[in-house]
């Protein structure tokens, strides 16, 4: 099994700035991707940013020029740098992983509990 632990989220003024962690752990062989989503109440999980294991990373239009994802390979660990928050970014952020456990080319997606972010003056 493989455990995703998040942890950066909290209150933030607008314009402030958070930057959220998630370390993956367990049977893992190796992580092909990892990606942080986010679901505002009554709105569906929508994709923020994402980083493949080549290093190319994709963010959703909302966010570019604002947040920034990166990835500690070494500890399993992916970050999201969020700079400039607004109240629209408030929602319950997901790290998400692709990941084979073992030498067979299978691979498998694991989430993270969530983080709670709110942006409030």
């Known amino acids: 099994q493989v455990q995703l632990v998040e942890s950066g989220g909290g209150l933030v003024h607008p314009g402030g700035s958070l930057r959220l962690s998630c370390t993956a752990s367990g049977s893992i062989f190796s992580i092909n991707g990892m990606g942080w989503y986010r679901q505002a109440p009554g709105k569906q999980r929508e994709s923020v940013a994402g980083l493949t294991d080549g290093g190319s990373t994709n963010y959703a239009d909302s966010v570019k020029g604002r947040f920034t994802i990166s990835r500690d390979n070494a500890n399993n660990t992916v970050y999201l740098q969020m700079n400039s928050l607004k109240p629209e970014d408030t929602a319950v952020y997901y790290c998400?992983?692709?990941?084979?456990?073992?030498?067979?080319?299978?691979?498998?997606?694991?989430w993270g509990q969530g983080t709670q972010v709110t942006v409030s003056s």
């Open positions: 998400r992983a692709v990941v084979r456990t073992s030498p067979s080319p299978n691979r498998y997606q694991y």
